[in-house]
């Protein structure tokens, strides 16, 4: 391999063969396929995640309040029990948790879901007991009322 001039072009004799060389890139196509298929999953899967306790509301015509914070939710069902978000708690101890919880800085409405079933004094006993200890800002949760 001579040029023009007589002599061998050093690049093209000290150049090694293009398939020897050894590829320094990192192929992410696989990766980015699997996070996405995670992301769907984690996405659709999330709001079957939300457990809490199972009420059974009444309906009402009232239309839906907005929020943009979890409010804090204090349930009765039908037996007489008394969930704090879905921790069972005693009745005597829902005044000192949501004084913990305000000594924190929570100033939002605090939701009460009785259930349909449930005694209708304890419901209030609860309610009562919330207000006595200074809570005025207090919520009853329903569902919308069917129409048929």
């Known amino acids: 391999m001579t040029t023009a001039g007589g002599y061998i072009s050093r690049r093209k004799r000290n150049r090694r063969p293009q398939a020897a060389r050894p590829i320094a890139e990192i192929n992410v196509t696989p990766f980015v396929d ?3 298929v995670l992301l769907i999953i984690f996405m659709v899967a999330a709001p079957l995640l939300t457990v809490g306790v199972p009420i059974d509301l009444p ?10 914070t979890q409010p804090i939710t204090i349930s009765v069902n039908g037996d007489g029990e008394v969930f704090l978000q879905e921790t069972i708690i005693p009745i005597e101890e829902v005044v000192p948790k949501l004084e913990a919880i ?47």
């Open 34 to 36: 699997v996070m996405l």
């Open 102 to 148: 305000a000594q924190t800085g929570y100033d939002e409405r605090i939701y009460i879901r009785g259930d349909q079933s449930a005694d209708y004094g304890t419901i209030m006993r609860v309610m009562g007991r919330i207000n006595q200890a200074g809570f005025k800002n207090l919520g009853l949760v329903t569902l919308q009322e069917s129409d048929g």
């Open 59 to 68: 309906e009402t015509r009232a239309k839906a309040l907005n929020s943009d």
